[in-house]
């Protein structure tokens, strides 16, 4: 089993906001992978299909970032989904517009969902695909930064970003997160 989330906000008011590229990934791979977010339940939505022998979940947390983990570990309790069969997508700040990055573990740097998925699995060692936003500029605030669109000269470079971001889960599941890391970092 392979469970695949992305990080965002749930509502009209946040689409297209920076903190919602996970959304704009798993959005991307309901297209490219055939599977419809048809359940609600575990605070999220979610749905699954198999995939040559393997079942591919994709999960949109309905809690609010802050409290993603909540919505994570019962799904993944219910159905038996180990740690090392779950990928996170969300933003990070430390990156620009337009990257991604994949990691084996790591802190939560400052992600307050990340901090959330953390603490509710008692451990920091699942998989991950940041998707850079870039930082705020001088003088805003990281949360009204990260709750804002992007700007228009940003959007292609993070639709592109998304769209690797894609590609790079549709490769997890033909084969191991290290052949991934490898051929997208």
């Given at each position: 089993m392979k469970l695949?989330?992305?990080?965002?906000?749930?509502?009209?008011?946040?689409?297209?906001?920076?903190h919602n590229v996970g959304f704009e990934v798993i959005d991307r791979c309901q297209q490219q992978l055939s599977i419809e977010l048809d359940q609600s339940k575990f605070?999220?939505?979610?749905?699954?299909?198999?995939?040559g022998e393997e079942k591919i979940f994709l999960l949109k947390p309905l809690t609010y970032m802050n409290l993603s983990g909540e919505s994570i570990v019962p799904l993944m309790n219910f159905y038996k989904i180990r740690?090392?069969?779950?990928?996170?997508?969300?933003?990070?700040?430390?990156?620009?517009?337009?990257?991604?990055?994949?990691?084996?573990?790591?802190?939560?740097?400052?992600?307050?969902?990340?901090?959330s998925i953390i603490s509710q699995l008692g451990t920091d060692?699942?998989?991950?695909?940041?998707?850079?936003?870039g930082r705020p500029p001088q003088g805003q605030?990281?949360?009204n930064y990260?709750?804002?669109g992007f700007?228009?000269?940003?959007?292609?470079?993070?639709?592109?970003?998304?769209?690797?971001?894609?590609?790079?889960?549709?490769e997890w599941t033909k084969t191991s997160f290290a052949n991934v890391m490898n051929k997208y970092n």
């Amino acid at each position: 089993m392979k469970l695949i989330v992305g990080l965002g906000n749930p509502g009209a008011k946040y689409d297209g906001t920076r903190h919602n590229v996970g959304f704009e990934v798993i959005d991307r791979c309901q297209q490219q992978l055939s599977i419809e977010l048809d359940q609600s339940k575990f605070k999220g939505a979610f749905g699954y299909r198999k995939i040559g022998e393997e079942k591919i979940f994709l999960l949109k947390p309905l809690t609010y970032m802050n409290l993603s983990g909540e919505s994570i570990v019962p799904l993944m309790n219910f159905y038996k989904i180990r740690i090392d069969e779950l990928l996170v997508i969300y933003d990070d700040l430390d990156l620009p517009p337009g990257a991604i990055r994949l990691r084996q573990k790591g802190g939560h740097g400052g992600h307050n969902g990340i901090r959330s998925i953390i603490s509710q699995l008692g451990t920091d060692k699942f998989k991950r695909i940041r998707v850079g936003i870039g930082r705020p500029p001088q003088g805003q605030a990281v949360p009204n930064y990260v709750l804002s669109g992007f700007q228009e000269e940003e959007r292609a470079e993070v639709d592109q970003a998304v769209e690797k971001a894609t590609e790079a889960v549709e490769e997890w599941t033909k084969t191991s997160f290290a052949n991934v890391m490898n051929k997208y970092n």
